[in-house]
């Protein structure tokens, strides 16, 4: 049971390319979350997902997409990278949206953008 | 909008002293409030979260609704508790998103 695996683990990228973030859990949650890092601002929600096939934006989805065509998988693209988007990128998921249920995080995805 | 206000962005304390992470939050209803740690190289984790009145590691947090804090205390701190502590809360309309806070590192020493 590997729980929340995200792939790649770092990657830098210049100004204007593109590329996607893999998450995937083992878990069979529902609900399944893209954070972003950064210092002294904690961590911000970009996207949810509460199932197969659904998303929604979070707290700062500009420059973002995702999509959720398999239950297990949440996936994040940059279509057109910039430098503000230099983050830490985790995702999480939990079996429900009690909001009782723990999240379940991955390791983290490092974004340089140069 | 809610808001998580973590204060202190370091705590430097001895092994055994005291330790408390300040944590508030301004919303007027009843939020679900949570505190999550990350230990260096490793992914975050949820410590302990104020529904259960649980005592994780020795840690323990008290919600004051009138100061609308949840702040997270340890008697006696350890180095290993050397980490990144988030407080987080989820609002009642707002299923399970939750809100962090900016974070605080604590540094123990021996």
């Known amino acids: 049971n590997a729980g929340v695996t995200q792939t790649p683990k770092f990657r830098v990228l210049k100004t204007g390319q593109s590329m996607t973030l893999l998450c995937a859990q083992d878990m069979n949650h529902e609900y399944m979350y893209w954070y972003r890092q950064d210092p002294g601002m904690g961590l911000r929600l970009i996207h949810y997902s509460v199932g197969e096939g659904t998303t929604a934006k979070g707290e700062v989805p500009d420059g973002y997409n995702v999509s959720r065509l398999k239950k297990q998988n949440f996936l994040l693209g940059l279509e057109s990278a910039a430098p503000s988007q230099t983050s830490v990128y985790f995702c999480a998921s939990s079996y429900s949206m009690n909001r009782e249920e723990t999240q379940y995080f991955g390791p983290g995805t490092r974004l340089l953008v140069l | 909008a809610q808001r998580v206000t973590q204060p202190e962005k370091l705590l430097s304390v001895f092994k055994g002293a005291p330790v408390e992470l300040k944590c508030n939050y301004s919303?007027?209803?009843?939020?679900?409030l949570f505190w999550y740690v990350q230990y260096s190289r490793q992914r975050l984790q949820l410590l302990l979260r104020?529904?259960s009145r649980e005592s994780i590691k020795g840690f323990t947090a008290d919600l004051n609704k009138g100061e609308t804090s949840f702040h997270l205390k340890k008697p006696f701190a350890q180095e290993e508790d050397s980490a990144m502590y988030y407080c987080a809360l989820i609002l009642a309309a707002a299923g399970n998103k939750l809100t962090f806070g900016g974070g605080t590192r604590v540094l123990v020493k021996p």
């Open positions: 104020h529904i």
């Open positions: 919303y007027s209803g009843s939020p679900e």
